[in-house]
């Protein structure tokens, strides 16, 4: 059933006339029309300048023969301050991050979005704009380690703090410093300025829970973290959403590499730039930053929390060699 709040709600806003509508979770309703055509309404946290832009650069992408995403129409409902987004329902399950055929096909997908999204027609107002971002991002996730491990800052006398990062303090701030040179091995400055000529779309967030199996082909969803930046990021988040849930085996990581490389090149350069943010402690960095904005009673829980991760990422430095491994097969 669904309210009749609601359906007069999306008529006003979309001329549909719903009949049935579930919530997914909040802000995320699947609709069914009169005519038994599916939709998927999503609340969108973000300014008509940057919803524009989302729409206008994936319609772009559209336009270079990439289709397999779900996007549509945005409106404001009566009654409601923010925006929403009618996006067809996709018929398909979630990729597990244990099939590694799924994983393949996924990267390819994502391989031949960023490719159709290589043009500078996307530089456009409202671009969320993370070209040349990574250094600062970086370090400031080293400061705030450093403020952690010294126990200084937000962290003055964070005692549960303190004893969950004290048997790994040496490691992550040599696994920090390793990240930065990864950068510089790339050489990531001209990397940058490479994206910036030819223009360089990225979707910020394309974990295996962002794509959809569909017959057609895996499909993207979720284009609220849409950016402009280099692809090696949208293959970090995948490849790190997976590792996680595989005890890093490199055999997923490259199904990954390889499905992607299926539909567009891979460069050694490339896989610098993914042991860089795979070596900087990017989740427990995280964690600090949530911690440092809670009272010091509250810190039990992201202590246990930051534990739990350092101890799933004890094989990441073997990961990263498995990685330079590959390297070498790539030009």
Known sequence: ???????????????????????????????????????????????????????????????????????????????????????????????????????????????KFHRAG??????????????????????????????????????????ALSAALGPYKDDLLERTSKAFQRLTAADYPSLVRAARATGSLCHGDSGPANFVLTKSGPHLIDFETLRIDLPVYDLFRMIRLTGKNTDWDFSFTRAILDGYRHASPLRRADCDLLAGWMLLPYKSVKILRRAARTPLDEHRAPALKLERVLRREAQIRQWVMELDHYAHELR
């Open 1 to 111: 059933m669904v309210s009749e709040r609601l359906r007069s709600q999306v008529l006003q806003a979309f001329n549909i006339d719903v009949r049935l509508a579930r919530t997914v979770k909040s802000g995320v309703y699947h609709l069914v029309d009169g005519r038994d055509r599916q939709y998927c309404l999503k609340r969108m946290a973000y300014s008509r300048a940057q919803l524009r832009w989302m729409g206008r650069a994936l319609g772009i992408v559209r336009g270079r023969g990439f289709a397999q995403f779900a996007w549509g129409p945005v409106a404001r409902l009566p009654g409601h301050e923010t925006l929403y987004v009618l996006t067809p329902w996709l018929q398909g399950s979630t990729p597990s991050p244990s099939d590694r055929g799924a994983l393949a096909a996924c990267a390819a997908a994502l391989a």
């Open 118 to 159: 290589r043009t500078r027609r996307i530089v456009q107002p409202g671009a969320k704009q993370e070209l040349g971002q990574w250094p600062v991002f970086f370090q400031s996730g080293r400061e705030i380690l450093k403020q952690a491990i010294a126990g200084s800052g937000p962290f003055r006398h964070s005692s």
